[in-house]
């Protein structure tokens, strides 16, 4: 068995990346880019001994391909790792239930794919133990995601679904933290299929406004 067919079905084919300055970018060519970066990690490759020329020869393109499009490494391996999760999924804009099940659940569903992939659970780790690389990613990838969250969470309370009164970065921890708990913390943490609605009812139990009072009973005649 050769290493392609003993890796098939770890990862989805990537997304297309975020475009960049420069040049319009070729999706073949992207796509050829980074089946090479995750060749490479599968084979065991360390991130610290991907060069760019490596990069190229591997993907069968030239290195000014690839800065034509990528300033560095860095920038490349947050769309690598980006395009090998899984695709984020659009909100369904209903309620606040439902915006915040989806994100929880993506989450949930993103926790089990590194699980089953060697390259992203490597990856992962080797990120983090790269300041810059890391730093990239929490810039490009992270933030938005957790911006996101705080905007659904603002809506909600200009639509006097939540108290008005509440921490949105709080209630994104009191929300995530429990999934990152189980996904990251405790790689073999339960990840129920119902996780996603459980933690967000639980959570929503305590920031829906209180009850209108009823009206005070009328005095004696």
């Not at 090998?84 to 999924?89: R, T, Y």
Request: charged share 30%.
């Amino acid at each position: 068995m050769t290493r392609a067919d003993s890796t098939a079905g770890q990862r989805e084919t990537p997304a297309r990346v975020t475009p960049a300055r420069g040049r319009p970018r070729s999706e073949a060519v992207e796509h050829a880019i980074i089946e090479g970066v995750l060749a490479l990690l599968e084979d065991g490759v360390p991130l610290a001994e991907l060069s760019i020329e490596r990069i190229a020869r591997t993907a069968g393109v030239g290195k000014a391909t690839i800065y034509r499009r990528w300033s560095g490494k860095e920038e490349l391996f947050v769309d690598v790792v980006r395009a090998a999760e899984p695709s984020e999924p659009g909100l369904p804009g209903t309620s606040l239930r439902d915006d915040l099940v989806v994100m929880l659940e993506w989450m949930r569903r993103r926790g089990l794919a590194s699980r089953s992939s060697a390259v992203l659970h490597n990856v992962y780790a080797q990120m983090k133990s790269s300041p810059r690389i890391w730093a990239a990613y929490e810039t490009s990838v992270i933030e938005p995601r957790r911006d996101a969250l705080f905007e659904v969470l603002r809506r909600a309370q200009r639509r006097g679904e939540v108290r008005a009164d509440i921490d949105v970065r709080l209630v994104n921890d009191l929300l995530t933290g429990p999934m990152l708990l189980r996904t990251v913390l405790r790689p073999n943490g339960d990840l129920p299929e119902d996780l996603a609605e459980r933690i967000v009812d639980t959570v929503l139990e305590g920031l829906r406004p209180p009850a209108p009072e009823p009206p005070a009973a009328g005095g004696a005649g």
